[in-house]
């Protein structure tokens, strides 16, 4: 599976730690940033996830913060994305199956590196059930078209 990466100076070592882990779980890692634990504003580099995922040049994404919860505000700007603040394996498995979710957001200053694995693991390994959850999906659908035009 394709995923992309991107976190801000607070999660930046939590994506390190998980581009290695994606690695040696045999998935291919798409980072889009940040470099370092210099300051860097988050915003730029959550679109550029959301980006990669809605275009198709990843499969899934995951953005990484402090808290995570900025980050899944700004890729959730990005036309098409589900983004899905997760910080336990449950509302990973949820926000996938019933919400199909496509990006996931993760707290580098909540979650630990093991801990995230496990959440990570649980997001890629999980499919959306579709059924009565594709109406919800498609009325989302509905109202983000509803907003950009």
């Known amino acids: ?6 976190s801000d100076h607070a999660g930046y070592l939590l994506k390190s730690h998980l581009a290695k882990y994606l690695i ?3 998935h291919e890692v798409i980072d889009l940033g940040t470099g370092s634990e210099e300051p860097v504003d988050y915003p730029p580099i959550c679109a550029a996830v959301g980006r990669a995922v809605t ?5 899934l994404g ?3 913060g402090g808290s995570g919860q ?12 589900r ?12 926000a996938r199956k019933h919400n199909d979710a496509n990006v996931l957001a993760l707290g580098g200053r909540i979650v630990a590196p093991t801990f995230a694995e496990a959440i990570v693991g649980t997001f890629l390994a999980t499919g959306f059930e579709g059924e009565r959850h594709q109406r919800r ?3 989302i659908s509905e109202i ?3 907003e950009c035009t």
């Open 1 to 6: 599976m394709r995923v992309a990466l991107g």
């Open 24 to 26: 040696d779980e045999g």
């Open 55 to 59: 275009g198709g040049d990843a499969d």
């Open 62 to 64: 995951i953005v990484m």
């Open 70 to 81: 900025g980050e899944q505000i700004a890729a959730n700007k990005v036309h098409g994305v």
């Open 83 to 94: 983004a899905a603040l997760c910080l336990d394996e449950f509302t990973a498995r949820l």
């Open 137 to 139: 999906i498609g009325q």
């Open 144 to 146: 983000e078209n509803e």
